[in-house]
């Protein structure tokens, strides 16, 4: 099983609201990382957790928080957002913790900011 | 700036024809390549790797070349279906970093 399983599939905020994006593994994979891809753009990293810790971040802004409660589990939280956050936030998972090998990408939460 | 990245934006085939996808990366320290696929309103889906100790990797219907010397990579896709029709990334690895994805390449295909 490759598969990375994201939720929800869309979503729709408000600039005030506090939501949270889902991401789930079974493959034994021990790092997870959250990129964020906007229209017609290459995937940019956000996030990677390796061993569940957080090992990279790259300069997001604090009002994404990530969250990695278990080895399977990686939470996206949102709070405060605009408009300008709205795109395709895509999970990934990859076997090893370096961030380097093949990472295998869930089918993404489209968000849209209002 | 970012390190790879691909030669054309967009790039329009017949179905049946072969086509071929051409990135180019910066850093020769660089061991380890990506191809991904992605559909419209899908996540990005492996294809295929390679390891720069390698020049050509094939899997089914697609075959990834590597040139050390000049720093490309290309993804060759033979009888092209329309089922191929996506935006393609080639990705690197530099020795204890991230990924770094180049900017994508859009394949239609017509039948």
């Known amino acids: 099983d490759t598969e990375v399983t994201q939720t929800p599939k869309h979503l729709v905020m408000g600039m005030t609201n506090k939501k949270s994006l889902k991401c789930e593994q079974h493959?034994?994979?021990?790092?997870m990382y959250w990129y964020k891809q906007k229209a017609k753009k290459p995937p940019e990293l956000m996030f990677v957790?390796?061993?569940?810790?957080?090992?990279i971040n790259e300069s997001v802004p604090s009002r994404f928080s990530p969250e990695c409660p278990n080895s399977s589990l990686l939470n996206l939280h949102l709070h405060a957002l605009q408009p300008e956050d709205s795109a395709l936030y895509l999970c990934?998972?990859?076997?090893?913790?370096?961030?380097?090998?093949?990472?295998?990408f869930g089918p993404g939460t489209r968000l849209t900011v209002l | 700036g970012e390190s790879v990245g691909l030669h054309l934006p967009t790039l329009s085939v017949q179905e049946g024809d072969n086509s071929i996808i051409n990135c180019a990366y910066s850093?020769?320290?660089?061991?380890?390549f990506i191809w991904y696929k992605q559909e419209s309103g899908k996540g990005p889906q492996f294809i295929i790797d390679?390891?720069?100790?390698?020049d050509k990797r094939q899997g089914q219907r697609v075959t990834v070349l590597l040139n050390k010397t000049v720093k490309h990579l290309s993804l060759q896709i033979a009888a092209t279906q329309p089922g191929d029709s996506a935006v393609y990334f080639c990705?690197?690895?530099?020795?204890?970093?991230?990924?770094?994805f180049g900017k994508g390449t859009t394949l239609s295909v017509s039948s």
């Open positions: 990934a998972s990859s076997q090893a913790g370096t961030g380097g090998d093949t990472q295998y």
């Open positions: 493959m034994g994979h021990r790092a």
């Open positions: 957790y390796s061993y569940e810790k957080l090992s």
């Open positions: 850093n020769s320290a660089s061991d380890y």
């Open positions: 390679i390891r720069s100790n390698m």
């Open positions: 990705a690197e690895r530099q020795a204890g970093t991230a990924l770094i």
